[in-house]
């Protein structure tokens, strides 16, 4: 009899709380949307976050809910988009092209160096010890944590110490400007056709002694550009992007060092463009 009624109770303790369980089911489910995997799926996994979401999964939940557009996956470009797009019934939208930037053109060919640096080569090591040795402490320390860190290979350095970076390869993921200890690599909208190659608080021959090729803040360059497009701050030219449709090369041909560039999507490596007249973009 005792073993009959064990039985019961447990069967009953058992179905008591199945129904629990069940009901508990049923009003806690968070509903996820089958499309969701669908798109996670048709993405291109890197899980980079250039997109600015923690990875493809989160990126797929946001476009199903309609907060971010298919072409805001850098690194799926316009067949994944359109693809996305197709699979949603909705438009692919037009994300605007950036890429990561150096900027600075301070190689070994032309900034000074003041001390050699014999310790672990990394750039955040040689940040924390000495600086690295160069005479412009705002310049690129040249020890390639940056192509290190970078998934997509599209980083490499270059004979005079500083990283060339892949139009065609870099997803804007920010591994680079993350890892930067002297934050020289910025990401930039591909239309941004000037660029300063220069981030130092230096100016005039205090710069010139510590790099060829540095800005010495004469500000020639904002003078030369349509009002507003430069300005001088911090004894550097700043852009204003809501007027680049107003750039135009004439601001880099007089400045003395070649410290500002006009690019039409090239990356660069301190090297001296061609500054034959150009058409305002």
Known sequence: MDTITAIAFLFGLASALGIVLAVANSRLRVYEDPRIDHIADILPGNNCGACGLPGCRAFAEKVVDGEV?????????????????????????????????????????????????????????AAAVSGGGKACRFG???????????????????????????????????????????????????EQHLVVQCKSLLEGDEMLDACKVGCTACGRCAADAPAGVLTMKNNLPE??????????????????????????????????????????V
Request: glycine share 8%; aromatic share 6%; charged share 20%.
């Open 69 to 125: 557009q298919p072409s805001d996956c850098p690194p799926g470009g316009a067949d994944t988009a359109a693809i996305v797009a197709d699979f949603l019934g909705i438009e692919a939208g037009e994300a605007v092209p950036k890429t990561a930037r150096l900027l600075c053109a301070g190689g070994t060919n032309v900034a000074k160096q003041m001390v050699e640096y014999a310790g672990y080569r990394s750039c955040r090591a």
């Open 140 to 190: 690129c320390l040249g020890f390639a944590d940056c192509e290190t860190v970078c998934d997509f290979d599209a980083i490499e350095m270059s004979p005079t110490g500083l990283p060339i970076i892949s139009l065609e390869k870099c997803t804007t993921c920010g591994d680079c400007v993350d890892i930067c200890p002297v934050d020289l690599i910025e990401i930039l909208p591909v």
């Open 239 to 280: 852009f204003n992007l809501e007027l680049a449709h107003l750039q135009t090369a004439a601001a880099v041909t007089r400045c003395p060092t070649n410290a500002i560039v006009w690019i039409e999507g090239q990356q660069f490596e301190g090297v001296k463009w061609d500054r034959s007249p150009t058409p305002t």
